[in-house]
């Protein structure tokens, strides 16, 4: 187990006194577990004396039941202590995170997609021997950023950005691209945030990346109109490499098609007798796509129609000739329809830990989280010397000691996250104070996730009960079915109350019936 985990030992929950409900088979059934269980239990009405009385009884014989499962060593199989900690895992993920916080984090991507940007780029590669080695200083960095400063002082200076970019034509190391449509997740991070924050004809800063220095100019920012529908009919060229022959006479048999269908012939006839694209036409020919997600031609003819039942003239593109009807327009997809998609998309990028940010907050509040700042700029300097992947840096950092974090009584020097850096990196990051940035923030996230989870049980009553609840679950279950359901159907009251009798008779219960009276004041 690595060392944050050792280090973070359980803090001893202080025993609470609370009335006993019950005692079976010297197990003390509290109060809070009696009354979360009654809550349950939709006929149980706590404020009426003989309803609780009833429920008594059912649940010393739940009880009962569970004891007589323990007596049997059914607790002890390897296979129910397997069941127990997964449900433990499942449950825990339950309380470490801020659904608000996750919900608005989400949101905030949402909201990108109610506009499409449109960039013109211009980016300063890192030299291939650094892609080689994975391993970038603030040395290596230096030069491509006087670069890009010298870009961005010239385009400040009047100079326009797409001439700019396109006088490093020659320059393999410079790349300067066009992209209409952008969308979360397609660059990195740092340049997506930039970019959605930017008004029309601005132009960035120079922005740090993976791969090298980027300077972004937004040339358009539209409404994004969402999703259409068309229905689809190709006259498909016979061959990859048409003859001019074979094209026109594509040609003229997409014009005569479309005039069938300006005669208020039957488009999905016209579909099924003379498209080419067999499988589409076996769809009804249906076609759904957004701005950015289908080739140029067909996005311009499709996007074009403006009224349902428009129907688009025949135009070409490598596979032959086209046309479309708008059958409808599916405007932005609601946010419940891909709110799961977007939650991927996070987990799976740097937006990682905007979806813990509210959660990692509140926890740091709870648990008292300090932050040394000049502990951590000691690593930095030393990360400007030697990259946290080199060897040379981990026999310097293991050597430093000053705390770095401390949380819940618990002290982490440097040197601990330097054996954490060496141990679980986890990130794509070449440049070296960004590797061990992006490092740090996982170290302190487990941290946070680890604390919190040993402390659920000492602060979160519920926590403990639903542990509980399970526990004595799977054992009923395991007895039940071996004493009851595993027998003819017809035997099985029978048998339910025989048991009941052995079990009242078997193990010893007092029940503490002043305290009981006292639940309907609760």
Known sequence: MFILVVMIAAVEAKEKKEPVIMTVMGKEVPLSEFIFMAKKDNSVDLKDKQSVRNYVELYKNYKLKVADAEALT????????????????????????????????????????????????????????????????????????EKINEVAMRIKNGESFEEVGKSFKNDSTV?????????????????????????????SRPIRSLYGFHLIQLSQIIPNPGKIRVAHILTGFPTKTPTEEEIEDARMKSEEVYQKAMANEDFDELIQSYSTDSIGAKRGGFIEFGLGDI????????????????ISKPFQTSHGFHILKLVERKGITPLEEVASNILDGMKNSEHFFDLYHAFDERMKSRHGFIFYKDAYEELQRLADVYHPLDTAF?????????????????????????????????????????????????F???????????????????????????Y??????????????????????QLEAEWIKELNEKYPVIINWKAIKKIKKI
């Open 74 to 145: 059914m607790h002890e199989a390897p296979r129910f202590s397997e069941e127990l900690e997964d449900y433990r895992i499942q449950l825990q993920q339950s309380y470490l995170y801020d659904k608000f916080g996750l919900d608005s984090a989400i949101q905030v991507i949402y909201e990108r997609t109610k506009v499409i940007p449109g960039i013109k780029q211009i980016y300063f590669m890192y030299p291939q021997e650094l892609f080689k080695t994975k391993q970038i200083l603030t040395k290596d960095t230096l030069v491509l950023y």
């Open 295 to 310: 080739i140029e031609p067909m996005e311009k003819a499709g996007f074009g129609l403006e009224k349902i039942g428009d």
């Open 472 to 493: 004595d679950g799977i054992l009923l279950f395991e007895v039940s079915n071996k004493r009851i359901w595993s027998r003819p159907v017809d035997e099985q009251e």
């Open 444 to 470: 302190e996230r487990e941290i946070i996730t680890e604390i919190e989870k040993r402390s659920l049980e000492r602060d979160y009553p519920d926590f403990q009960l639903q542990m509980k609840e399970y």
């Open 394 to 442: 981990h026999a310097r950092g293991l050597e430093l000691k000053k705390t770095l974090v401390f949380i819940d009584t618990l002290d982490f020097s440097q040197d601990i996250f330097v054996e954490y850096m060496i141990n679980k990196h986890r990130t794509a990051e070449m440049y070296s104070n960004d590797f061990m940035l992006e490092v740090y923030r996982y």
């Open 175 to 203: 790349v300067y691209s066009e992209t209409e449509y952008v969308s979360s997740f397609q660059f990195p991070k740092a340049l997506e945030e930039e970019i959605f924050s930017m008004e029309p004809g601005a132009v």
